[in-house]
Nanobody, 130 residues
Framework: QVQLVESGGGSVQAGGSLRLSCAAS????????IGWFRQAPGLEREFVAA????????YYSDSAKGRFTISRDNAKNTVYLQMNSLRPEDTAVYYC???????????????????????WGQGTQVTVSP
């Protein structure tokens, strides 16, 4: 079992920044890939970014690329999502999720599908005003 707790959400104006944190506990966190997903009202949950267990592979959605950065500190059992140049359309509940990572190099498809993740946090709200 892996427990995940997100924090760092809030309200910002367009162009601002936020850093989300995903604190993990339970089994060896470095054995898990972590993904960030978001869900806006009335829309499906969508992939934002993901990172391998070792942190040497990262993947981003087209919307997040160039603006968001995912990183992890396994010593602190924490994964971060630095979000810059925020836009109103980034408004959503952001979730982190974990799935087992066997230490191999996987393609993007391993990381970018919500149903492939086994553990989820409770979410943190991000609101970006115009």
């Amino acid at each position: 079992q892996v427990q995940l707790v997100e924090s760092g959400g809030g309200s910002v104006q367009a162009g601002g920044s936020l850093r989300l944190s995903c604190a993990a506990s339970g089994r060896t966190v470095s054995s898990y890939a972590i993904g960030w997903f978001r869900q806006a009202p009335g829309l499906e949950r969508e992939f934002v970014a993901a990172i391998s267990g070792r942190g040497d592979s990262t993947y981003y959605s087209d919307s997040a690329k160039g603006r968001f950065t995912i990183s992890r500190d396994n010593a602190k059992n924490t994964v971060y999502l630095q979000m810059n140049s925020l836009r109103p359309e980034d408004t959503a509940v952001y979730y982190c999720a974990a799935r087992f990572w066997a230490g191999l190099h996987y393609s993007r498809s391993y990381y970018d599908t919500a149903v492939k993740y086994d553990y989820w946090g409770q979410g943190t709200q991000v609101t970006v005003s115009p």
